[in-house]
């Protein structure tokens, strides 16, 4: 060996060996969560093609960190240009339940509100915050209401009971975003969501309490998830869930 070279490398054996050559299965990475100060909780949608006049958001950033977001643009008002950030730094906003009740008795009841249009009211950081679950308490005691939750998590089983009450005197449906039912792939869109099994296993006990789901099966994406085995499998999967309707 010369003065300056790198020994080589020990040949590795028995278990060194084999975890030298394992495959990444997940890979976790550092989350940050910070709480976000807001002035209003519900806002405006401008555009008429959304099916939605106004939005709630409990989050800023979404964990789930799917490939084909969005929303990442989201952070940029925040200047966090980094589009990874998006997803490893979360914002939890404030909730003052007296404050957003006014703000819920403002909006003319028949109008649509749909939580989580531009993050997961249902990820991860909600089993710690539950902010979702107290916005839901706060519309469990009005009536007349129509809600929808945009969410690809089997978390929202929880508040099956509570959402269940909400319905007897308000409209509300849950849209349960299913891709694909083929869990590798799922996995290299949708890295850190739950599996699309247990999303559906959801769907079975949010219908089982007496709430109605729509299955989102999008977006579809040419060559991806547009096959007519891919479709067929998410719709039969909705159906023996219970699922009211699939959308695309
Ligand atoms: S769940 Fe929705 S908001 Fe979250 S990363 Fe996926 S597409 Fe974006």
Known sequence: MLFGDDPPPPKLVGIAKLASESERLEAKRQVEYLELETRRFIGRCSSPRMPFVWTINPYRGCEYGCKYCYAR???????????????????????????????????????????????DPYQPAERRFRITRRILEAFDAEAGYELGITTKSDLVARDAPLLGSIARRNRIHINMTVTTMDERLARLLEPFAPRPSLRIASVKTLTGAGVGVIVLACPVMPLINDSEASLEAVCASAVNAGASALAM
């Open 73 to 119: 643009y989201t952070h940029e008002f925040m200047e966090l240009r980094d589009p990874e950030l998006f997803e490893r730094r979360i914002f939890a906003k404030h909730f003052d339940a007296a404050a957003f009740r006014e703000e819920v008795r403002r909006i003319p009841r028949g109008q649509s509100i749909w939580i989580g249009t531009a993050t």
